[in-house]
């Protein structure tokens, strides 16, 4: 029932994306609608010549540092994107899968998430191509997943992708919010974890004041230096301390970016890529945390908690803080943007009036995080109830029916790609995916995730103060 621990992984990786994947589309009409998550897919060439004059009409340094839009911004999104909390989570689910199991599974699911995103960027092509036939203007408007889904397949689908996606976002950004609280208990103990959250909560709704992802620039190029530290750290510091237990395993996830993009086209490209490199953080730092500390790992999903006390340990903490923290607000933006379009401020030109409006967001966030303080098991729960749709099922669903017909696969945008060239193959790859993600993910998964989630809730129960903290010191 846990074979889908690491998938759950890059479902939130991909879930991520999906969920802020926009794109700009037509002249805005039923904006308060129109206004999720999950389609950074491709850019006109009019956006191109815009963030060329752009580059040109900024300084250079506020340019560098603020907005971005290059090939190589998109791969740092996504890079960074990919890994966060889950480097420290992976050892605990290495734990129940074994080491080998382990390390197949996330190769696994890696290959099962490009393959999602490609297929995305292949509807998003479908999409706009069958709108420039109508000649539909690309301009002032904001081409979202859902979108692509109501076009191309009509206003269920867009309801399903919308339901889906705000979903995820709301409980993957209460799920960024938890984790700080839970890593700088480890620096800091002096305060419980509720009291971090409250802290925590107060410092990411600062977010509201970060206009789009193109504003993301450095703090993507920082959050993948900052996981990429931790990743070593973890690494080094696992084989340093050394073997402390026998290890017997149990048998047993974009965002603006393709907007952000000047050249989106190459998108398809740039999640694979970012996937690659995201292996080469994940699989040595989780299997050497793993070695050194075996089924320990099973009583503790966070793996500072075994990891000694150093200033190396602290610094990654600190460091996994910020990028939590930008994690937080790539969450959170397309959810600012759906509330701006509903309230009617997303065309107000001031930053101020914006962030005020995009308050109200962030409440419920930091009220659920205090409600349910269960980082792993609440990960473990939106990963497979939420994302094993988000991110396999409806985009592999929505490709089949795309191209259901003879003529839709005659005059499709993008044909099979040349690794995959029969469209009879695509079709049992899609199904092969629905399949093992609906019964493995949704139905083995999620009823192993709610078990443990409702087995939290009895053990510490809601407003939890401090979860799975230590237990103060006994005075005799």
Not at 8 to 28: F, H, N, R, T
Not at 180 to 197: E, F, M
Not at 317 to 324: F, T
């Amino acid at each position: 029932m846990t074979t889908l621990c690491v998938g759950i992984y890059y479902a939130d990786c991909l879930g991520y994306w999906i969920s802020q994947l926009v794109v700009k589309e037509m002249v805005p009409k039923k904006q308060a609608e129109e206004a999720m998550v999950t389609g950074d897919l491709n850019e006109t060439e009019q956006d191109e010549r815009e963030g060329e004059r752009v580059d040109q009409s900024t300084s250079g340094f506020k340019s560098l540092l603020w907005h971005g839009g290059s090939v190589y911004d998109a791969w740092f999104s996504c890079a960074s994107n990919q890994v966060a909390q889950v480097l420290l989570t992976l050892p605990y689910s290495f734990s129940q899968l074994g080491m080998l199991s382990g390390v197949i599974l996330q190769v696994f699911y890696g290959i099962l998430g490009s393959w999602t995103a490609y297929l995305i960027s292949v509807l998003y092509v479908e999409y706009r191509s069958r709108k420039e036939k109508e000649n539909v203007s690309f301009k002032n408007h904001v081409i979202q997943w859902f979108e692509v889904l109501d076009g191309l397949l009509g206003p269920r689908w867009k309801a399903v992708g919308l339901a889906f996606n705000c979903t995820f976002l709301l409980f993957g950004s209460v799920i960024q919010l938890i984790a700080c609280a839970s890593n700088i208990y480890y620096v800091n103990d002096r305060l419980d974890k509720r009291t971090w959250t409250y802290i925590f909560g107060a410092c990411c709704a600062t977010t509201v004041f970060i206009p789009s992802f193109h504003n993301y620039r450095i703090w993507s190029f920082l959050g993948l230096g900052m996981t990429t530290y931790t990743a070593w750290y973890m690494t080094v510091a696992a084989i340093v301390h050394g073997q402390s237990t026998l290890n017997g395993p149990l048998a047993i996830f974009h965002r603006e970016i393709m907007h952000a993009m000047w050249k989106p086209q190459k998108f398809k490209y740039i999640y694979l890529f970012a996937t690659l490199y995201v292996f080469t953080l994940t699989i040595p730092s989780a299997t050497a945390v793993y070695w050194a500390f075996g089924d320990q790992l099973l009583n503790h999903a966070n793996a500072f908690s075994l990891l000694p006390r150093t200033g190396f340990r602290d610094a990654a903490v600190v460091l996994m803080l910020i990028h939590q923290f930008i994690t937080f607000g790539f969450a959170c933006t397309p959810l600012y943007f759906v509330w701006e379009k509903v309230v009617g401020m997303h065309d107000t030109k001031s930053i101020c009036l914006r962030a005020l409006a995009r308050l109200p967001v962030v409440v419920p966030i930091w009220f659920l995080a205090i409600i349910f303080p269960f980082f792993g098991p609440i990960n473990s729960a939106v990963g497979a109830l939420l994302v094993s749709f988000t991110v396999y099922i409806i985009p592999s669903l929505a490709h089949m029916l795309t191209y259901r017909k003879a003529s839709a696969r005659q005059n499709a945008a993008e044909k099979p790609p040349f690794f995959l060239p029969s469209w009879t193959a695509m079709y049992m790859v899609n199904i092969f995916i629905v399949l093992w993600v609906f019964v493995v993910g949704f139905g083995f998964g999620g009823w192993a995730s709610m078990t443990n989630f409702i087995k939290q809730v009895d053990t510490f129960g809601l407003f939890a103060k401090c979860y799975q903290c230590k237990p103060p010191p006994q005075h005799h």
